[in-house]
């Protein structure tokens, strides 16, 4: 970036140092070339006289032309006004010695709009087109040939200037006669530098425009480029009535003067604005604003609609002060974009480079101001021209830098491609050992996480009376957020929990294990049957809110409690659920399924381990015969999705013990495992899957046994 600053700098250095040699040339006193060639002032002897009429003046006319006039800006203007008039100018001299003899002519800096001269008339010159087809030389200089029997050697010689004043009239700058070879060379150096030179700006322009245009075509993406193009292509239109009338094709095509200015200056200058807002917004990459879109576009259409409603020259005259209100709109928007820039920081950058490239052109407008509005020298070249060249050529220069940046790039990934890729491939490998080394420590420590786990909830070795028990415990991966247990004295069942811990993986494994021993202390603590079963879920929320913090797992769960068999084999069941799937109960001697709701009858809300959550919980019981069913599972089962995007659902566990209610208990767990897993197919599982069934058995056939390892 340093470098780039610096190499900005000293090519504003460069242009500033060519523009003011420009100026200062173009402005330099002729007396340094007296000793060459005699010039003979007429600036301060020009008297004028209104003759509106384009017939040559009768002698009563001519001696009306005797009032002073002063070299100046705008000065025939002030005098008569801006509409079309004509106007007689006449100086008089007597030919010095230095001069006698020779071939005469005279030179004018700037006259302003169309004239035509007269040595005692004779005919010298014109410059320009009278009314009807009006049309003027802009800032051409004038030099006139007189022929030598046209000059008075010794006596008095009157020169008659007719000029059709309309709009800024003017006549400025130097006005002297001189040898002929002498006003050839001075007409020659001052067009130059009001005229000629701009040409070689047009062309750079003209390059310019081709070379983003055609880099726009290669790089869509990148839309300032196709914005810069239109910009230097407006702009030679826009500039050109300072270099149009060396054109062939100028006097040739009889252009009227009103069409060619409305168009190449009023129109494009507009137009050049407009352009000037696009650039800005997409070189420092803003994003579009529909609203600002619509009253630019509508400012736009309105100016273009004003200027093409004029009829001649008098009416775009009158419509240039609204027009430049308008386009004051574009200025504020092209203003508006910078600042926009600066304050967000990824288009600092750009919005200080935009800043720094219109800085030259502000200036020179500025000096212009000044030096042409407020001191009245309109005999030089604008600043601004320079300063808009300054401008372009400071694009062209960051757009350059910026394009060659990345085909530099581009170059050096070209080159180094090979050699970035072997080293990437190197270090991905590197990385890919690494990870895998990772993966493989980590699915060993799942492992035994795993085999801690399926030891610490696993189906209880032992047989208990009256009750055939069954469990399928399938993790989703290799740790489960599930689990349960069963609670007995001896070979009496006492009670069973199943719980499911919210997310999946290790924290909800390593949950469960937490939570383990805390519902297994709350059970025993509140065994005996007259303290509500709910009791034990209240304390296992409060105390696993406590010993978990700020961990955010909760849980579902239900809690049972078997009382002692009646003398007609009966259990009758405590339970309280938190949350958790209904269990299902089916019925042999009614051969149908139920479920057992602990939410219906009374107040029931809340999980468990939820902070500053209010739970409360209901107590239900319910009674198992000889042959009755009971089901407990986690949510898992029911809402297992087939492809079909399909639940599993509970009538699917209802049907299945239906049909297979005379079957064990493992055999029962082994349908429903095997269902489940039909069912869900190809499919990707979501969820952990446990299944508890307790089939009762007649507690009075009952054989005291251990199960085998």
Sequence with gaps: MKKFRFSIGILYIILSIITASFIVMSSVNNEKFTQSSHELNLADRFTWGLIDYPNYPSEEEMATIRRPLKFGKQNICKLIGLKGHYVWLKAEFTIPEELKDTDLGLFITYLHFADKVW???????????????ESTPLYLSHAYYFPKEAVNQEGKNTILIQVYSHGKGEISGKAFIAEQSWVKHTEKRKSYWNTFIYTFFMGGMFAAMLLYFFLFILHKHKPEYLWFSLLNLCTIFFCATLYVPIMPFYESWNIPFYKFYRTNLCFTGIVNFVLWVAFARNYIALPKKPLIEVIRAVILCFQIAILMSTRNYDDLMSICKLELCLTSFHIALVIYYVVRGFMIPKFKKRALTITICLTPFALSILADIIVRGIIGITTIPFFSFFGWQINIISYIFILSHNHAKALISNEYLNKN???????QTENLHVANERLMDRIHRSNIDLQMASVVQQRLFQTPRKSYKGWDIAVSYDPLSEVSGDFFDFYGLGTTLDGISLFDVSGHGVAASLVTMLSKSIVYNAFQKNRFYDVPISKCLLDVNHDLIVAKGAIDNYMTGIMMRFREFNEDDACTIDFANAGHPRPILYRAKDDICIELAGDE???????????????KFRDVSCQMDKDDILVCYTD??????????????????????????????????????????????EADRKDDITIMVLKREDSKDFLEALDSD
Aim: net charge neutral; no cysteine.
């Design 636 to 681: 898992g089962l029911t809402e297992a999705e087939n492809l079909q995007h399909e639940l599993f659902g509970r009538e699917r566990i209802m049907q299945i013990l239906r049909d297979n209610h005379t079957k064990s208990a493992h055999r029962i767990v082994d349908e429903l495992a095997y269902a489940v897993k039909f069912f869900v197919a």
């Design 417 to 423: 491609l090979q050699e970035e890729v072997r080293k």
């Design 119 to 133: 040595i005692n008339g004779h005919f010298a010159g014109s410059y320009g087109r009278f009314p009807p087809r």
């Design 601 to 615: 009858g009374g107040e029931q809300k809340g999980a468990i381990g939820m902070f500053n959550v209010e739970v």
